[in-house]
């Protein structure tokens, strides 16, 4: 499930674009934050090139199939995000993610229902959930006050 053509294709190029620019930049041992699909971009970064990520941050994402879908609107809204990561999947390969991880979800994110994060938390080896409460899928912008703190110390966590 989740390697198709299609899937591969543009979780490579997506990946391997953000492996290239750390490198050009010689960045070493970054903190990748992923927010919805850029959250799908770091994990498959973690996955594939697990030196170019030294911690995760991953807000308001899901695993793909096999998480929750978002609700009618909202579906509405993502329906070229969900055609661009149609037959991709996280879930096979969590656990290969040895990198700390933040998962960071709205409580009351209609885009991607907090389901999701509780999945992700609980597949990654090294993960810890923080919830928004009341939050939506904008909240880094909405109330970036509810999670800068939290961010912050796991950044700074040994």
């Not at 037959?87 to 885009?111: I, K, M, T, Y």
């Not at 703190?149 to 700074?156: E, K």
């Amino acid at each position: 499930m989740g390697d198709g053509p299609r899937a591969r294709a543009g979780r490579d190029r997506g990946g391997g674009r953000v492996a290239g620019v750390g490198a050009a930049a010689r960045v070493t041992a970054p903190v990748v934050l992923g927010h919805s699909f850029g959250g799908g971009l770091a994990k498959e970064l973690a996955y594939r090139a697990p030196e170019r990520a030294r911690r995760l941050v991953l807000c308001a994402t899901w695993p793909g199939p096999g998480g929750t879908p978002p609700r009618s609107m909202a579906a509405l809204m993502l329906a070229g995000q969900l055609s661009a990561t149609a037959g991709w999947s996280s879930l096979p390969w969590l656990h290969r993610v040895s990198e700390p991880a933040l998962v960071a979800a709205g409580e009351d994110d209609p885009s991607v229902p907090l389901r999701n994060g509780r999945v992700l938390a609980a597949r990654l080896p090294d993960a810890r959930l923080h919830v928004v409460k009341g939050g939506g899928h904008l909240f880094l912008l909405d109330e970036p006050e509810s999670v800068a703190g939290v961010i912050r110390d796991f950044l700074n966590a040994p």
